[in-house]
T-cell receptor, first 115, second 113 residues
């Protein structure tokens, strides 16, 4: 079945450590996105990528980094520079079929807790 | 600067009644308006959308209304069911920004028997 797979689902890390969250999609979508959800904050855009080898900062990119070496993969690294990394992270993708309507397909999310 | 505002963090409705979730936006240039539903510890799922050239779109129990002059969007669920209990996010799209969505903060809907 086609979809978006995020891993791990739960992750605990010590303060000061870098963490990489995986996002893989087999939908053949060109665009991929990373959002962060905090209680009462809605979804905030961290980074997005429209095509391979290209990505742009979203609204809260500080302390995060991404790469887009393959169409299927868009990993997010939460660096030690991110001041409040504990959150629920959501990866999403979008294909040509919904390019004009904005509909995104989301993964199941990764819960990161920094101790 | 919030592009999309959902001013009610929560809504409680009895099963069988109508649920009305509201959303206000700031920019009259938005092209599409979407509603997403989210259960705890899961990713959001697309529910329904409406183009800026329409004022109503219906899909089964879900209807979205768009009032462009008021920059207001609403989602009506009728009849409401306990399985509808979730967080609902309003999102807006401006086509010129290459498909980037702006999300509201969400409204927690609780449907009780």
């Amino acid at each position: 079945d086609g979809g978006i797979t995020q891993s791990p689902k739960y992750l605990f890390r010590k303060e000061g450590q870098n963490v990489t969250l995986s996002c893989e999609q087999n939908l053949n979508h060109d665009a991929m996105y990373w959002y962060r959800q905090d209680p009462g904050q809605g979804l905030r855009l961290i980074y997005y990528s429209q095509i391979v080898n290209d990505f742009q900062k979203g609204d809260i990119a500080e302390g995060y980094s991404v790469s887009r070496e393959k169409k299927e993969s868009f990993p997010l690294t939460v660096t030690s520079a991110q001041k409040n990394p504990t959150a629920f992270y959501l990866c999403a993708s979008k294909g040509q079929e919904t390019a004009n309507t904005g509909e995104l397909f989301f993964g199941e999310g990764s819960r990161l807790t920094v101790l | 600067d919030q592009q999309v505002k959902q001013n009610s963090p929560s809504l409680s409705v009895q099963e069988g009644r109508i649920s009305i979730l509201n959303c206000d936006y700031t920019n009259s240039m938005f092209d599409y308006f979407l509603w997403y539903k989210k259960y705890p510890a899961e990713g959001p799922t697309f529910l329904i959308s409406i183009s800026s050239i329409k004022d109503k779109n219906e899909d089964g129990r879900f209807t979205v209304f768009l009032n462009k002059s008021a920059k207001h969007l609403s989602l009506h669920i009728v009849p409401s069911q306990p399985g509808d209990s979730a967080v609902y996010f309003c999102a807006v799209l401006r086509g010129s920004t290459l498909g980037r969505l702006y999300f509201g903060r969400g409204t927690q809907l609780t449907v009780w028997p």
